[in-house]
């Protein structure tokens, strides 16, 4: 049983990986002359934890992480006459709105919340792949690089993944984790054309010892302001610290991952924000930016033997932090019913049922946070963070509870 993977990231590793706990041969193509990530930070939450349990890697991944005390949400930027008394009209940025303790996560949910340098995942991903492959006698992975994948064949017999120099990978099936611009989705349900939401991210990652005293708290925290939002947080034991901000404006339409924008750019886009905020961007030695695009969910990830997953079938806006945690939910339970089914279509076609009602949702949820960190009026503030801010005081777990959805799912509990 062999799958050829179209894609080295993240979502393509954990699915070889995934693939050749259940028994299987993979081949994974990838495009770039190395695998590697850019610098990024990304949030692991329970429901991918339990996944990379399941694969025996989630110490590695806990060893070269941070786990966050808590999830905060508070004002952004710092006004004057902010006081404690006025937060429902004005809610201050030196007090949250909420906090939600995740120390208790592995009680709650099964599974602790993690912060990782996305660089430091796939070295895992990629390291477990070539430790494993070494000492099996009846599997293993390989990796060609180099190797773009611009479209997928197939025949009663198998499948087969073409790369741009004419060239056939031939497997069992063909899995497409080629990401948000994917080949193998364009042949099996034609173009689609992104729609623009009007906002643009920004992304830094600074050593904490450049920060002093302005350094991101222990916490995983979302600051909101009018039309803008940032998260901050920590990486590599809390040696380094994560920032995006989310700005609407309409005048950067590049969605490209690696392109710089100018510091100059991003203090003004927050200027007069928290001291967190401000000292993060003046350290960052790079600011990258891209603008954010939305995809509505697809209705087919399925033809014959090739099958997508990840960015490929459901790209998320970073608005619940959902993106790498639901390809890696993906892999696995492609894996699994791959296992369990011999026949190969249909095993493809049970993955799509199970998964894209879920990761609809967590689509639409992304879409929602959107509008909900980017409050502008008082009105709109006071209906939406003064309910959370008294929630907080009333019913602290309430956050948690409406999470538990998402965060208690155990994809390796069965089918």
Not at 152 to 158: H, K, S
Not at 254 to 280: C, K, M, Q, V, Y
Not at 357 to 378: D, P
């Amino acid at each position: 049983m062999k799958a050829v993977i179209a894609g080295g990231g993240i979502g393509g590793l954990n699915a070889a990986l995934c693939f050749h706990a259940f028994g299987w041969d993979v081949e994974i193509c990838e495009q770039a002359a190395e695998i590697g990530e850019i610098g990024a930070g990304l949030q692991i939450s329970p429901n991918g934890m339990k996944v990379l349990r399941a694969l025996d890697i989630d110490k590695q991944v806990e060893a070269a992480g941070f786990r966050p005390r808590a999830i905060q949400l508070r004002m952004g930027k710092m006004e004057s006459g902010q006081g404690r008394g006025r937060l429902l009209r004005k809610p201050p940025s030196s007090q949250p709105i909420f906090t939600v303790s995740t120390t208790d996560y592995e009680e709650k949910f099964g599974a602790p919340y993690l912060h990782i340098h996305r660089a430091d995942l796939v070295a895992i991903l990629k390291a477990a792949l070539e430790e494993r492959t070494s000492v099996s006698i009846r599997t293993g992975v390989s990796i060609r690089t180099g190797a773009t994948v611009t479209g997928y064949g197939q025949n009663e017999d198998g499948a087969w993944a073409l790369l741009a120099d004419g060239t056939r990978v031939a497997g069992d099936i063909v899995v497409g984790a080629d990401g948000i611009r994917s080949a193998m989705r364009a042949q099996m349900v034609g173009a689609q054309e992104p729609v623009f939401t009007g906002n643009t991210a920004w992304r830094a990652v600074v050593p904490v010892e450049k920060l002093g005293r302005n350094a991101p708290l222990p916490v995983s925290t979302i600051w909101l302001g009018e039309g803008k939002h940032a998260v901050t947080y920590l990486l590599r034991g809390g040696k380094l610290a994560n920032f995006v901000g989310v700005v609407e404006r309409d005048d950067w339409h590049n969605e490209s991952w690696t392109e710089e924008g100018s510091r100059d750019d991003a203090l003004a886009d927050f200027a007069g924000w928290h001291p967190t905020i401000t000292t993060l961007l003046e350290q960052a030695d790079a600011h990258y930016r891209w603008a954010l695009f939305d995809r509505p969910p697809l209705g087919k990830w399925v033809d014959g033997r090739a099958v997508l997953l990840g960015d490929a079938c459901h790209p998320m806006l970073p608005f619940m932090a959902q993106g790498a945690v639901q390809a890696i939910e993906d892999g696995y339970v492609l894996a699994r019913y791959l296992a369990e089914k011999d026949d190969y279509p249909a095993a493809l076609s049970a993955y799509f049922t199970a998964r894209v009602e879920r990761t609809a949702r967590v689509q639409a949820a992304a879409r929602t946070n959107m509008g909900l960190f980017h409050q502008r009026s008082g009105a709109g503030k006071l209906a939406t963070y003064g309910p959370m801010w008294l929630a907080d005081k009333i019913k602290p777990d309430l956050a948690n509870q409406r999470l538990a959805w998402l965060y208690g799912h155990d994809v390796t509990a069965g089918i």
